[in-house]
């Protein structure tokens, strides 16, 4: 159970998440240029929502990225145990003749990265992806249980 407070329902909020690594832009909203650097170029960056759970034997991500092929997206971990999930969603071609109503799928790059803990075992790693849902399973360390001796007590 999570100590971090859940203000949008079940859904933990990245910006108390001391694990999410997300770039967090508070101008992205407003019409000026965003100091940040952050173009209109990621805006898909808000629509790869991740979740993240841990079982008994392993840390799953699942990230929904419809309409991206696997060829699109790419699963790296870098130094100090950083799983970065990166890929892009490219724009429609436009045609001179079509009338656009309405514009609501956003395109562009998109970034994810999380810290792992120390229990992951980086060097078995495994992702898939189906139905524009990509899967990545970081199994984890057995814990050890600590061996206990029963002394008799004389007296």
Do not use: C, Y
Not at 9 to 30: A, E, M, Q
Not at 73 to 84: H, I, M, N, S, T
């Amino acid at each position: 159970m999570s100590i971090i407070p859940s203000f949008f329902g079940n859904r933990r909020n990245t910006i108390f998440d001391p694990f999410s690594l997300d770039v967090w832009d508070p101008f992205k909203d407003l019409p000026l240029s965003s100091p940040s650097g952050l173009s209109n170029e990621t805006s898909a960056l808000v629509n790869a929502r991740v979740d993240w759970k841990e079982t008994p034997e392993a840390h799953v991500f699942k990230a929904d990225l419809p309409g991206i092929k696997k060829e699109e997206v790419k699963v790296e971990v870098q130094d100090d145990r950083v799983l970065q999930i990166t890929g892009e969603r490219n724009v429609e071609k436009e045609d001179k003749n079509d009338t656009w109503h309405r514009v609501e799928r956003s395109s562009g790059k998109f970034t994810r990265r999380f810290r792992l803990p120390e229990n992951a075992i980086m060097d078995q790693i495994k992702a898939g992806m189906e139905n524009g849902v990509l899967t990545i399973t970081v199994p984890k360390e057995e814990v050890k249980k600590p061996d206990v001796k029963s002394i008799e007590i004389s007296g």
